[in-house]
């Protein structure tokens, strides 16, 4: 069968691009033929670009701030920044040729897709997901007729709910035309009975339906060198505060830390130091939990690949990016402990327990077959 993946913009973030690589792997080995649509990045709108460079320059005139002027980088700035994790889209996804929302309806009727899921990553989040309608398929119209449209792991990213009335209309009407549902937080199973007016069931991020091993090929096939320390840290939002944690979990276990991330961002520091800016290859940060003793993320992605590859690990609760995604996830390992959202909470105990990861594993074994059931179950 042939499947279309609807998904996030394939960009520079580690857990979303990984997401996309195992859906389509787990497809493609069940015997589909499966394509990521590749959906342009959106654009900052230029009323905005306008108002920013405005506000910068008044805190120039008025302030004698030094500040960066041009936020956003060119098109050739970004292939810079995204070299890496271009080179692993390139090399490891398949996709469509480049979608945007003018053209995408004529040349998605092009590949002739007989199936097409959304999924993972908070597509159902309309901040993140602007043509919210879009990921319920209403570009399908009335081609709709025997083609299948299963939702597999989709996140709202939040336990609240946070469509427009107008936008709650229109998806509840589209939501009751998908073939299949399912959810990737336990929250959504509520949020799509009360306001869509569906069921659903919750299973895995796609990244965890993928054995370990098959990451470890990737970070093989591409000769990664060991990482300069054993305590990963990966911070999505860097606050002093995390700071602190890190430093503190550092002395108390006698760790080294290390990151993967760019050093600076564009925004902080502009052209001259794009080099600064770029980020580091998906599969060096993969390699980053298999050579980490311990982890400190503030990351979805961090938190399952720290139960993937079994590393002890504290996650910082991120409310701006959604908690419940972390506490539903911990839910389903009872691992809920792990959580904490300030110093206050970081204590000797919580450092030193060790996880009971064989109950883990055998935990992700029980949803991986669940998850996968659902899957096989939706393209029949």
């Not at 394939?10 to 493609?28: D, E, F």
């Not at 970070?219 to 300069?228: A, G």
């Not at 860097?238 to 602190?244: D, G, I, Q, R």
């Not at 503030?298 to 991120?318: A, L, M, R």
Request: charged share 25%.
């Amino acid at each position: 069968m042939k499947i279309g993946i609807l998904t996030q913009p394939l960009s520079t973030n580690y857990g979303g691009l990984l997401q996309a690589y195992a859906l389509q792997s787990v497809l493609r080995k069940i015997g589909h033929q499966a394509l990521t649509i590749d959906k342009s990045e959106k654009k900052v709108t230029i009323f905005v670009r306008i108002f920013s460079l405005i506000k910068r320059l008044l805190k120039v005139i008025f302030l004698g701030k030094q500040v960066i002027i041009r936020i956003w980088p060119t098109n050739k700035e970004r292939n810079i920044i995204a070299q890496h994790t271009d080179r692993f889209i390139r090399e490891n996804i398949l996709t469509t040729k480049k979608i945007d929302r003018l053209s995408g309806k004529k040349k998605l009727h092009e590949y002739k897709f007989e199936a097409y899921i959304v999924g993972s990553d908070q597509v159902w989040r309309p901040s993140y997901s602007p043509c919210i309608t879009n990921c319920f398929f209403d570009f399908l119209g009335d081609k709709r007729i025997g083609i299948k449209t299963i939702a597999y792991a989709a996140s709202f990213g939040n336990d609240k709910w946070e469509f427009s009335k107008k936008e709650t209309y229109q998806c509840s009407i589209l939501a009751k035309k998908l073939s299949s549902i399912s959810v990737r937080e336990d929250s959504g199973i509520k949020l799509c009975q009360e306001n869509l007016g569906v069921k659903s069931i919750q299973v895995l991020d796609p990244t965890m339906l993928l054995d370990k091993m098959e990451y470890i090929h990737l970070v093989e096939k591409d000769n990664v060198q060991k990482s300069n320390g054993n305590l990963m840290t990966y911070i999505l939002d860097s606050s002093e505060e995390k700071k602190t944690i890190i430093t503190r979990i550092e002395e108390k276990l006698n760790l080294i830390s290390f990151t993967v991330m760019p050093k600076s961002k564009f925004v902080n520091v502009g052209k001259k130091h794009i080099q600064d800016c770029v980020f580091p290859p998906v599969t060096k940060w993969i390699k980053g939990f298999s050579d980490a003793k311990f982890v400190i993320t503030d990351s979805f992605h961090g938190t399952v690949f720290s139960i993937i590859f079994n590393k002890p690990f504290i996650v910082i609760g991120n409310n701006k990016r959604g908690l419940s995604r972390f506490i539903s996830l911990l839910r389903i390992f009872h691992l809920e402990n792990r959580l904490i959202n300030s110093i206050g909470e970081l204590n000797d105990n919580l450092m030193h327990k060790s996880i009971d990861f064989e109950r883990v594993n055998d935990i992700l074994k029980k949803e991986q077959e669940k998850s996968t059931a659902f899957i096989l179950n939706a393209l029949k």
